[in-house]
């Protein structure tokens, strides 16, 4: 479309098909994660700046070069939510849910926004689900969540699932830490590329996030985090293993698993999917119990996970497998008596009404056209009414299927099309 209006970069158009998978996808999590006490919550799409500024770390990608911001007519600076688990812990501490019996379960499904760099299954507007329980140490809450984001995965069809664990401890635990791993990041400046060179200056755990395979081999060899943890968050993490292995999930523990915002801790985790090959990461969480804090509240532990749909869907989709049931129609109305069509669209809607899927010709089409119509759609019956039926106040119903039709008065045909659809006609 040379001369027309696009969408924009980074977006996609979702057309019927695809946005009846994307539906499947969320109704799925929904029930999964409302079956174990999850309730869905909502926030605004867009955030005073400073709540992802504060808790993401003004060093993270995302608050240096990916929030979308903008200043309203108010003076405000906002920006348009780059992921969920800072808003929701807004939402807990605003409204007082730290009153109610903790944790607190949350689910979400929405849009998120990141101005980062398109490929395949990364979009700067993208449809996220994340799940969180906010107010809760106990690390059976980390191995629930693991196991339930594992449960919807695989509810998709999605198998052969990796989960990679690691313990990044507490904040007390990182400085110590950070300063052995920037004196081992200098001590290898020279073999380096400028990334890993320039998140040693801003947050040197990152630095195990390098795409640059020279890199990458030498920060396989750095002081790894989990060796210096606290005693405390040592504990924790064995306890998570054990919920665990109990619940029979395998996993692989990697010192070097790290997450991308600043106020994760404890407990992370990333879950991929090898069938995707080299990008085949599609979900992962981890342990905030300092980010309340971060936002003028009371200490406050919480962990949670994020995954955006688009990616997993696109993994589906590349093994030929699609979340949504084939679209079901049980009756299409080919109309051939315009005298006839303002009645039968009436009784069309008494059907619906009663439950039945139904669906009318409004592209003028012949007969034949019609009929061809029915099928395409996948209509298990189709009325029919020309110029004879309406004559005689009937209508013929068709089964799509056999062949076979049945003659019916209009009076009576919704209680029928009811009938057909309960299986009792």
Request: hydrophobic share 55%.
């Given at each position: 479309m040379a001369d027309g209006f696009q969408a924009p970069r980074g977006t996609l158009d979702w057309l019927p098909e695809r946005s009846a998978a994307r539906?499947?996808?969320i109704e799925r999590f929904r029930q999964i994660f409302e079956g174990a006490g999850y309730g869905e919550a909502m926030t605004p799409i867009f955030e005073d700046k400073a709540l992802f500024a504060r808790t993401a770390g003004e060093s993270s990608e995302v608050v240096g070069k990916e929030m979308y911001l903008f200043e309203d007519q108010g003076g405000r600076e906002l920006a348009?939510?780059?992921?969920?688990?800072a808003s929701m812990v807004r939402l807990y501490l605003e409204n007082g849910l730290s009153r109610e019996a903790q944790p607190?379960?949350?689910?979400?499904?929405?849009n998120c926004y990141r101005f980062a760099a398109v490929q395949r299954g990364r979009y700067r507007e993208f449809t996220q689900v994340n799940a969180e329980a906010i107010g809760s140490d106990d690390p059976a809450i980390d191995a629930e969540l693991i196991a339930l984001q594992l449960r919807w995965f695989e509810s998709l069809g999605l198998d052969g699932l990796e989960v990679r664990l690691n313990t990044i401890g507490d904040r007390a635990d990182r400085g110590p830490y950070l300063d052995t791993l920037r004196a081992y990041i200098d001590a290898h400046s020279a073999d380096v590329d400028d990334e890993v060179r320039r998140q040693r200056e801003l947050n040197p755990l990152r630095a195990f996030d390098t795409k640059d395979p020279a890199s990458?081999?030498?920060m396989a060899d750095a002081p790894k985090i989990a060796d210096a943890v606290s005693a405390e968050a040592a504990t924790h993490f064995a306890a998570v293993c054990r919920f665990l292995d109990a619940r029979g999930v395998n996993y692989t523990p990697d010192p070097t698993l790290v997450r991308g915002l600043d106020y994760y801790s404890r407990t992370t985790w990333e879950i991929s999917w090898p069938a995707l090959g080299a990008q085949s990461g599609?979900?992962?969480?981890?342990?905030y119990d300092g980010l309340a804090e971060l936002i003028g509240g009371a200490p406050t532990p919480g962990v949670g996970f994020a995954c955006g749909i688009e990616r997993v869907l696109l993994a589906l989709e590349d093994q030929d497998r699609s979340p949504a049931p084939a679209r079901q129609m049980?009756?299409?109305?080919?109309?051939?008596?315009d005298a006839a069509r303002p009645r039968l669209h009436a009784l069309m809607d008494q059907a619906r009404i009663r439950g039945v899927n139904a669906e009318?010709?409004?592209?003028g089409r012949a007969v034949k056209g019609q009929l061809k119509q029915?099928?395409?759609?996948?209509?298990?019956l189709t009325v029919v009414c020309g110029d004879d039926e309406w004559a005689r106040s009937v209508c013929l119903v068709r089964t799509m299927m056999t062949g076979e039709q049945t003659e019916i008065s209009l009076d009576d045909l919704v209680e029928h099309l009811h009938n057909a659809k309960m299986g009792t006609a």
């Open positions: 539906r499947a996808m348009l939510r780059p992921e969920f688990t607190v379960r949350l689910w979400s499904a929405g990458a081999a030498i599609i979900g992962g969480g981890g342990r049980d009756v299409f109305f080919a109309v051939f008596c009318a010709d409004l592209a029915a099928d395409r759609i996948g209509a298990a």
